[in-house]
């Protein structure tokens, strides 16, 4: 496990396409500053692509988005590929709200971009 913070788990998954990290839990507030830094190292780890793997992510809130969005961002000006894969219908929900569901790279599983 990479990191834990109250309700949510970080493991991590490293392939020849990158690091996928497997959250598992509740992403909020508690969680947020945890994640961020997990992404960090999969930022230093990974020279194409890092992902999130939103499956088992029972619930999100605007922290946890927050940190999904700049950790998208960074990637996109770091020329590097950034993707979260589907989640529970609350987390969908939470992205077509916040209308980020159309800038996010989606996928169904995280299997496919590990090569």
């Known amino acids: 496990m990479a990191g834990q913070q109250g309700h949510l788990r970080i493991d991590a998954k490293r392939g020849p396409g990158g690091v996928v990290l497997l959250l598992e839990g509740e992403l909020d507030l508690a969680g947020a500053p945890t994640l961020d830094r997990e992404i960090g190292r999969a930022e230093a780890d990974a020279d194409s692509m890092v992902a999130l793997d939103l499956e ?5 809130d605007s922290s946890g ?5 700049l950790a ?5 000006e770091a020329g590097r590929q950034f993707a979260v894969t589907r989640g529970s219908q609350q987390v969908q929900r939470l992205f077509t709200t916040a209308g980020v569901d159309g800038y996010l790279l989606i ?8 090569g």
């Open 56 to 60: 088992n992510l029972s619930f999100i």
């Open 65 to 69: 988005l927050r940190v999904i969005l």
């Open 72 to 76: 998208h961002e960074r990637a996109r």
């Open 107 to 114: 996928v169904d599983s995280s299997e496919e971009l590990l």
